[in-house]
DNA sequence: TCGACACTTCTGGTCATACCTTTGACGGAT
DNA sequence: ATCCGTCAAAGGTATGACCAGAAGTGTCGA
């Protein structure tokens, strides 16, 4: 029936035009007292947090526009800016020119900014060894939990054959590679530990996509995932977190060979064209 | 006066002389070319990122003044103090008005941000079975790592000793119990999973407070983290990731059947006073 | 009547400028 | 030699204006 229809997408103007907050709720945000004890804008960063810690403020909301919401807080527009500011760049808020700023939604797997971790890693000096180890420890763990009785495994065995079908396509492998990873972590049902692993798996993509580009191996590479797959389709934890080491030890292997890690002369991360020195 | 983009632009360059800088100063920082489509001030943060990543600013730099860095990169002070917004944010920079902006120093463990985990719990409606089982994954792989053969105990006996002297203290006892699992880390040579565990163990720490306040199974709290301790002393990390374990699950237990958790209701970070019942 | 196009208006992004507050070092007074 | 006040430097905030992208609105033509 068109009911149906016709209901959710007045669902979504419903909710844009009652979230997106017109002055006349303006008593919801309450004006920065002058209390002064810290520094404005970071007082901004706290009464936004605070509202969406108490479900004021939910995923996707939109926030009033920036010349209001900083006269209702009682502050100037680029005090306000330096807290939305803040919010985004953990990755909380999202503010698109001429739309708004949003509070980022959730209906998709959270997203923990792997960036910091990046600056870390080379601040720092961590070295692969360490890099690796998170890794294996946090997917050895994701994979145990995934082999555990509950969800489904449509998806991974889908992602499996699409691997065999690019053993010889590196790039094409790669992402295949990828989502299977994703795949068991969601099968682990939980999104913690799934977000923690994405932060860390970012910060290695990069240096991974050359590793993957001459590779010869992926055949045994498919295989490993092959033998994960079915320690979690059989539901044992015990055999699925061995898989998933041994894959992630010889992945680290291949890894460490080729490429010169810790190097602190290339920026690595956030390089999007993947197709750089290929050609 | 306003004479559109092309005039703007080369605003840029035809300003005013450098004054003021040094010559290796002015060699360091590029600026940022205005084609690219972008956001200006996102084009600093990757300026300013690659520069770290390239080992050009390294951890405990101060970075130029606001006024001379925003004339070197090309922008304006407010686009730059945005960019060094963001990385503050993230824990990269950091502030202080009067002296300077600084790369975060780098000789204690490393940080990564709490708050953005704390925000995504609200958000997603994270459960606290999802939290303490994060927590429990990666915190048992280091225990695991910990009791491989290497490093120091001798501050993982002292935290016990003092742990055991304040039994009756339960927030003296609660420093302790959280040195011990600093230390555990730190024992496990991973800094990545230690921070992994530092920003996880943050969002649990204060709803923790609360428990231990009204705890009278500290002794047996104390028992096993000796078991732990034992676990790793003898260099089997099978028996302190089971430790480890058995640790965690009671404690979520004991929080779980104290605390109204997963609420909304509550500011689970950041409490430090002020903000909310300022009536 | 209906759809494509242009216009108006919002909204965030950037810029310039000015002033305030804090910091820290320099220099004079003790 | 020590202490303390002064002051320049540096970040923090505020104001106001304009730029650029997006969304909604209205008009015109098929």
Redesign the interface.
């Known amino acids: 029936m068109r009911v149906g229809k016709i209901a959710r997408i007045g669902n979504r103007w419903l909710h844009k035009g009652m979230n997106g907050m017109t002055d006349s709720d303006g008593a919801k945000f309450k004006t920065v007292?002058p209390?002064r004890?810290g520094?404005t804008s970071e007082e901004v960063v706290?009464?936004l947090?605070?509202m969406?810690?108490?479900?004021e403020l939910?995923?996707g909301d939109r926030l009033p526009p920036e010349r209001d919401l900083a006269r209702l807080l009682g502050v100037s527009r680029?005090t306000l800016?330096?807290g939305i500011?803040?919010?985004?760049?953990?990755?909380?808020l999202e503010s698109r020119q001429g739309a708004g700023t949003f509070?980022?939604k959730?209906d998709e797997s959270?997203v923990?900014?792997s960036?910091?971790?990046?600056?870390?890693a080379?601040?720092?000096g961590?070295t692969s060894k360490?890099?690796f180890?998170?890794r294996r420890?946090?997917e050895?763990?994701?994979a145990g939990?995934a082999a555990e009785p509950g969800d489904q495994l449509a998806s991974l065995a889908e992602e499996m054959a699409g691997m065999y079908a690019s053993l010889d396509e590196p790039e094409e492998y790669l992402l295949h590679d990828m989502s299977f990873h994703q795949m068991v972590a969601a099968a682990s049902?939980?999104?913690?530990?799934t977000?923690?692993m994405n932060?860390?798996a970012a910060v290695l993509l990069d240096a991974r996509r050359k590793t993957v580009r001459r590779a010869h191996d992926l055949k045994e590479s498919a295989e490993m995932h092959r033998k994960i797959y079915r320690a979690i389709r059989d539901r044992n934890p015990e055999s699925a977190r061995d898989a998933m080491r041994d894959h992630l030890l010889l992945a680290q292997k291949a890894q460490e060979a080729e490429v010169d890690w810790p190097g602190?002369?290339?920026?690595?991360?956030?390089r999007k064209g993947a197709a750089e020195e290929s050609a």
Chains 1, 2 share one sequence.
């Not at 960036?115 to 870390?120: N, V």
């Not at 049902?189 to 530990?193: H, W």
């Not at 602190?264 to 956030?270: E, K, T």
Request: hydrophobic share 45%; aromatic share 2%.
């Open positions: 007292e209390e004890r520094q706290t009464q947090r605070s969406i810690h108490r479900g939910r995923s680029p800016r330096a500011r803040s919010l985004s760049a953990v990755g909380v509070v980022v959730a959270p923990l900014d960036s910091s971790l990046s600056l870390m080379s601040l720092h961590f360490e890099m180890g998170a420890a946090l050895m763990s994701i939990l049902g939980n999104r913690i530990l977000a923690l932060m860390v602190r002369g290339a920026d690595q991360s956030q």
